[in-house]
């Protein structure tokens, strides 16, 4: 794909399905009685692959054009494969469905992909072996062998890695386990399958103090279809909102938008950057909230040197030295801004001061090892940047330049840098832009949509 300069964005847009909700949505309504209609399911490739791992599990699956039907089996109605799992690129997939297969009667095999073969997954199958489940892995790397067992055994769990996927991974075994399953996590991160098995009717608490949350399912659980309508996916939208807002004259409005306030932590950070973002109609639909978001575009960054997010003190005199002080993100908002963090590198690049990104070691175990790929393809495209072991730093204001990005399979450094292709002096060609299709098959045509050159 070549990316060509763009003067602005301008448009009205509505994002296809949420990917993490919707594989969260096709899980559980399988695991319901009776059948779930699900609503602007999302046409990512990795919620397409979760359909048919349910299919080939038993699950009767069907697909219309913005909405699929799912039969749940109820949490023990699944029947064994004659043939491997295939994951595909699907972190999510995996980690949730070795959840669900932990209490399954029968062997079964989890497999992907390169990509998803080489993924740490040691952080699901210790907890699910703890709760009795027998699993066999290469060295922690899947193909995973499950061997079940009915009821588990309930368990209090600390997460190890801040991860959405493997905290679900349990809860939705917890379903199957005997007694409660509690789930403690020292940083948030994305709660979907709390709100969503909360809108199933399963009893389910969360606690938050000293700084740790506990997540507590009861099991064993039984429940009912409902009906669920999945809200735009806002990772997906992040692009054009960085696009809109570096570009100048830009004005795009994105409804229908996911705003579940785990995961909208960009639009936050942005605003922090100083660009302009307005939030409207927001409400809750099937329990996740939901909003309009309008962006003006002004390019560069607004924020004046003293605004720095390292707290500097209103009284500190502007010197030379405040320049080189670069936005940081860090700590307990990196699981929050996770698949973001490529995209706010880029957009590092264009605000006074850079951005500095730590703390953010779990990049390197993404579908690709999204710190070095971010590193490589900004200084490709001419930017300043340091790489370290959980982070990168990257100098800004700096002008782009066309150049040839090798996202190695991994669509979210083909968004990312298109995205820069479109504020960069000259070219930019994205190779294997069709791994863009893994989240999100419409990008190049939605960005042509808007895009005025
Ligand atoms: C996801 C959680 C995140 C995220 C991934 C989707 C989810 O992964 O990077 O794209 O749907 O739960 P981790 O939970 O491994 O951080």
Not at 286 to 304: A, D, L
Not at 352 to 378: F, H, M, P, Y
Request: net charge negative.
């Amino acid at each position: 794909m070549i990316v060509h300069p763009a003067k602005l964005i301008r448009g009205r847009l509505t994002m296809p399905g949420d990917k993490s909700i919707s594989h969260r949505a096709a899980m559980i309504a399988a695991m319901a009685t009776g059948v779930t209609r699900v609503t602007n399911y999302s046409t990512s490739a990795d919620c397409a692959t979760t359909l048919s791992c349910l299919e080939q599990l038993g699950v009767h699956i069907e697909r219309r054009p913005g909405e699929v039907t799912i039969r749940g089996v109820s949490t023990d109605g699944f029947r064994q494969t004659k043939e491997p799992i295939d994951c595909g690129n699907s972190g999510t997939t995996m980690r949730l469905l070795a959840g669900i297969l932990a209490s399954q009667p029968f062997k079964s095999t989890l497999t992907g992909d390169a990509s998803l073969r080489s993924r740490p997954m040691a952080r699901i199958i210790e907890p699910l072996r703890m709760m009795g489940a027998s699993i066999s892995s290469s060295d922690g790397r899947a193909p995973l062998v499950i061997e079940g067992q009915r009821p588990l055994k309930a368990i209090k769990h600390e997460l190890t890695v801040a991860s959405a996927q493997v905290k679900s991974g349990i809860l939705l075994a917890g379903l199957s386990a005997a007694g409660q399953t509690h789930v403690i996590e020292s940083q948030v991160t994305r709660d979907h399958t709390e709100r969503m098995l909360d809108w199933f009717g399963v009893p389910l608490a969360v606690r938050d103090g000293e700084g740790l949350r506990a997540i507590t399912v009861d099991g064993p659980a039984r429940f009912a279809a409902r009906d669920f309508s999945i809200p735009g996916d806002i990772s997906s939208a992040a692009y054009f909102i960085a696009a809109a807002a570096l570009l100048p004259g830009s004005s795009l409005e994105i409804a229908n938008l996911g705003l579940n306030p785990t995961r909208a932590l960009f639009l936050e950070e942005m605003r922090s950057l100083g660009f302009e973002l307005e939030l409207a109609d927001v409400r809750e639909e099937c329990n996740e909230p939901t909003g309009r978001v309008v962006i003006h575009g002004h390019g560069g960054c607004r924020r004046s040197l003293g605004e720095s997010q390292e707290s500097l003190a209103d009284t500190t005199p502007v010197t030379l030295e405040l320049v080189r002080i670069s936005t940081a993100i860090h700590g307990a908002r990196i699981p929050q801004l996770i698949d973001e963090l490529p995209l706010l590198a880029v957009v590092g690049s264009q605000i006074e001061g850079g951005i500095e990104i730590r703390e953010a070691a779990e990049l390197r175990a993404k579908e690709s090892d999204r710190i070095a790929n971010t590193v490589e393809n900004l200084r490709a495209m001419g930017a300043e940047v340091e790489e370290f072991k959980d982070g990168l730093r990257v100098a800004g204001p700096a002008q782009l330049r066309g150049a040839t990005i090798d996202p190695r399979g991994d669509h979210r450094i083909a968004m990312a840098f298109s995205v820069a292709g479109l504020i960069a002096r000259g070219e930019t060609e994205i190779k294997d832009a069709e791994c863009v299709a893994v989240s999100f098959p419409e990008f190049f045509e939605l960005l042509e949509s808007v895009v005025e050159r």
